[in-house]
């Protein structure tokens, strides 16, 4: 009785199972508020205890942008452990948040528990004002909460890196880049009506498809997006697509968008959530890696052995081993602090503070940031802007959220798009810093060491010669969050700044913030070229069609201008979120801290993946490069482990040989079930309809087990798993030389292969635990007060 119980049971619990995977193609009927969504994504755990004492090949510290791309590549090995420790939450608690385009604006989540909460020091270039510096903390990192505007720089930005590390074993430069800039990407075309109506150019030659993360344009666009490019136009820019490799110009630009879902796709998203049968692959959220254990030197250089991590002060340590490597992806303000924690950075900064200088580098040195200014224009009554909506004026908002809800379509699929580069001749600057001058006095206002100085000269020597190029000197974006109902905001930022900072630890607590001085403004020439790109947006806005729509500057004013002005932008400039530099990839002797293949000098297996590893600031929004980054180093590690050797065919027998194991066991148990029970038949005859309805019970469940496991591999194509929309991609790629099929595994993902490596990874023990409960959406206030980010000046929120 008791075995008929139990396989009913199984038989009920499989049809439930069955059941929730009938919403298996949300791009058809997308209901993100379906109770089962989650089932389809992959496991994460937030159990310390799954992980800890253990060991993986790669050990990535930050679930961000780039180390859950690097994460996702590696994990591809099905014989290769990644371990994945992030500081934040998985994202399943502020869904609708993350998900909802517009709500990247109207209800930030850089300031509350998926922000790090940080503050510039006190800027002693910027009338010594302490800034916001939103940075994201949870799986997808800053990309999860960002503003989703998706740019690549000018071929000049990353010649330039390639310039600043000659003769080096990687190749890192415009082409290099492109390649996996699109190898992450699926570029989604707008509909030719929109096209038509808001002058969208796309180049698809240059953009990538089949890759996991979904580019697109909002499905809503507001009419006075329509007058950008034509008043550029008016002043001699040509509308184009930027990606192209020459950003002088102005763009519609796409966004890091499932255009069709209306919802943001960001690495977790794109490289995590769909790895659902990655045994291989253990993400572990809210633990904070606190230090890089080191237990031994090969060859005089340092080897490390794990890292220690905890929730927090009040938490237990625990600390995990890595085979292979540990890579820090924890972006380029944690990222340098991480390092310095752990005995990696200037002696200067760890020997007061009693840490151990194991290796002397300049970690946190050559920080720099773009700069951003918010102006701020009154525009003609009753022309739409985002105000009321973010405002939630007469319920504009919970209207926007419910026809978001029922059709992925309205206002809140709409993210600022409206961009567009000016170089140093359209803002009439032409004054070039004597490199060694300017180098010599950024290193002695903090102290940075020779090598730091000579990386300096050889950074503005490039800076300089790109003073006379397209190389995009400010970002214009229009805003439509303006002041009032009545104005919108346009923001100026600087792209290629002399100025140079630092990151630099505190204290010895891993729990508490690092210093952070940008130095905005520190060199006077960005002073000089910020005034003159204010200057150039004035001119702008007098400009048809645009000037039909402009009826006066509401801030600083039009008569704002000298010492007035600089004072004005000063006090209210702040980052454009895009810091690098940190962890910089340059010569060692050039003040370098990372070789071009992203390992950190003077160890043998710690590697930089994100941001800080750039050396030289690209005229665009960071994320594009950061994925390029990500994609290039998951090739070079694997080029690295792809060893010859055959993988021993005992794997597949071993697991063969527990299988069988397990089945036998089976009737055994169901036997002595089935003994106890009570019934008039004979003990033999109960005896065999008991181990009978068991062994079915178990077979029923194996066929739809395998039925489920099928169903998912074959949903792993890109466009069959629901996880990224059917739109059409982009015609006409594969034809140039940044093809993907040029890519090494550029084919969209998930690909799960073996690489013959002697060192094989699945006897290891591995996380299974899920710690997903509920899509949390319900639990977000509908219609409540509307918050904003702590930093005021919406402006400065892209
Ligand atoms: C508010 C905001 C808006 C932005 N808007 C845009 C935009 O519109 N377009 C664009 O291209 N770029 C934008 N950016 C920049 C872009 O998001 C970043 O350049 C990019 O995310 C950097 O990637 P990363 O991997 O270096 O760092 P991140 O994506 O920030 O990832 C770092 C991760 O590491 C985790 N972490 C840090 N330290 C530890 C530790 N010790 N242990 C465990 N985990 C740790 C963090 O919590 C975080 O999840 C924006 C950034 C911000 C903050």
């Not at 008569?559 to 990839?585: C, I, Q, R, W, Y």
């Not at 071009?596 to 000098?601: A, C, D, F, M, S």
Request: charged share 15%; net charge negative.
């Amino acid at each position: 009785m008791r075995a008929l119980t139990l396989a009913l049971a199984l038989v009920a619990l499989a049809t439930h199972l069955v059941g929730a995977l009938t919403i298996r193609n949300p791009t058809e009927d997308y209901n993100p508020n379906h109770p089962n969504l989650r089932m389809f994504r992959r496991a994460l755990t937030t159990n310390a205890a799954d992980v800890a004492g253990k060991s993986y090949d790669f050990i990535i510290a930050g679930g961000g942008l780039a180390g859950l791309t690097l994460a996702g590549r590696l994990a591809e090995w099905s014989n290769v452990t990644v371990l994945v420790i992030e500081a934040g939450g998985d994202g399943s608690d502020v869904d609708l948040q993350e998900t909802v385009p517009g709500f990247a604006y109207m209800k930030g989540l850089s300031s509350g528990p998926y922000g790090w909460g940080y503050k510039t020091t006190n800027l002693s270039s910027s009338l010594n004002l302490a800034k916001n510096y939103p940075l994201g903390k949870g799986l997808g990192g800053s990309g999860a909460i960002n503003g989703m505007f998706w740019c690549r720089g000018s071929a000049d930005d990353y010649d330039a890196w390639g310039a600043l590390n000659p003769g080096a074993a990687e190749t890192w430069n415009w082409a290099e880049m492109q390649k996996y800039i699109n190898k992450a990407e699926h570029l989604q075309l707008p509909s030719k009506e929109q096209a038509d109506q808001f002058h969208i150019v796309v180049d698809p030659k240059a953009h990538g498809s089949g890759g996991p993360l979904q580019i697109g344009f909002s499905k809503h666009i507001y009419p006075i997006v329509a007058n950008w490019a034509p008043t550029w136009e008016s002043l001699g820019f040509t509308n184009k697509d930027l990606a192209a490799g020459n950003v002088r110009g102005v763009t519609i630009t796409p966004s890091t968008m499932d255009a069709a879902k209306g919802a943001r796709s960001d690495s977790r998203r794109a490289y995590i959530d769909p790895k659902a049968n990655f045994p291989n692959l253990t993400v572990l959220s809210r633990q904070q890696v606190t230090k890089i254990m080191f237990n031994d030197t090969l060859g005089g250089n340092l080897t490390a052995s794990g890292v220690q991590f905890q929730a927090d002060a009040a938490s237990t340590q625990y600390s995990v081993f890595c085979n292979k490597e540990v890579i820090v992806s924890g972006g380029a303000i944690n990222s340098p602090k991480l390092l310095q924690l752990s005995g990696i950075g200037p002696a200067s900064v760890l020997q007061p503070l009693g840490l151990p200088v194991l290796a002397d580098l300049p970690v946190g040195q050559n920080f720099h940031d773009h700069v951003s200014y918010g102006m701020y224009f009154n525009i003609q009554a009753g022309i739409e802007t985002w105000y009321n909506l973010a405002m939630n004026v007469s319920g504009a908002q919970d209207a926007a959220l419910a026809q978001w809800q029922a059709s992925a379509d309205g206002p809140l699929t709409y993210v600022n798009e409206a961009i567009g580069y000016i170089n140093a001749a359209d803002i009439g600057f032409a004054t070039r810093p004597d490199p060694v001058a300017t180098a010599a006095a950024v290193a002695a206002k903090y102290g940075f060491p020779a090598s730091v100085q000579k990386g300096l000269v050889a950074s503005y020597n490039i800076q300089n010669a790109q003073i006379a190029t397209d190389a995009g000197q400010f970002e214009i974006i229009m805003h439509l969050w303006g002041k009032d109902a009545s104005s919108i905001a346009i923001q100026v930022a600087l792209q290629h700044p002399y100025s140079r900072g630092h990151v630099s630890i505190a204290s010895a607590s891993p729990f508490d913030q690092p210093i952070i001085d940008p130095d905005y403004f520190g060199v006077e020439e960005d002073v000089q070229m910020m005034a003159d790109a204010v200057g150039w947006v004035r001119k702008l806005v007098t400009q048809p069609p645009l000037s039909g729509i402009i009826t006066g500057e509401m801030l600083p004013g039009a008569n704002v201008t000298g010492d007035d002005l600089v004072t004005a932008f000063k006090t209210t400039s702040g980052t454009e979120f895009h810091p690098l530099g940190t962890a910089s990839m340059l010569p060692k002797d050039s003040g370098g801290v990372v070789d071009t293949t992203l390992t950190v000098y003077g160890t043998v297996n710690v590697r930089v993946v994100d941001a800080s590893v750039m050396p030289l600031q690209v005229a665009a929004h960071l994320m594009a490069s950061t994925y390029g980054v990500a994609e290039k180093a998951a090739d070079i590690i694997k080029a690295k482990y792809a060893f010859k050797a055959a993988v021993p065919s005992s794997a597949a027998s071993s697991s063969k040989a527990t299988s069988t194991a397990a089945s036998s066991a089976a009737p055994t148990n169901t036997a002595a079930g089935a003994a106890a029970g009570e019934s008039s038949l004979s003990t033999g005859a109960k005896i065999g309809i008991g181990v009978g309805a068991g062994i079915g019970a178990v077979l029923l469940l194996g066929a739809i087990l395998l039925f489920c496991i099928n169903r998912n591999k074959k949903a792993n194509h890109p466009n069959k798993n629901g996880w990224y929309t059917s739109q059409p991609a982009a015609t006409g790629y594969g034809q140039d030389s940044y093809a993907m099929q040029n890519v090494p595994g550029g084919q969209g993902q998930p690909q799960h292969q073996q690489f013959d490596s002697p060192h094989r990874g699945f006897d290891r023990p591995l996380s299974a635990a899920g710690s997903i409960d509920t899509m949390a959406t319900n639990d977000l206030p509908r219609g409540a007060t509307q918050y904003r980010d702590s930093y005021d000046a919406p402006a400065r929120r892209h």
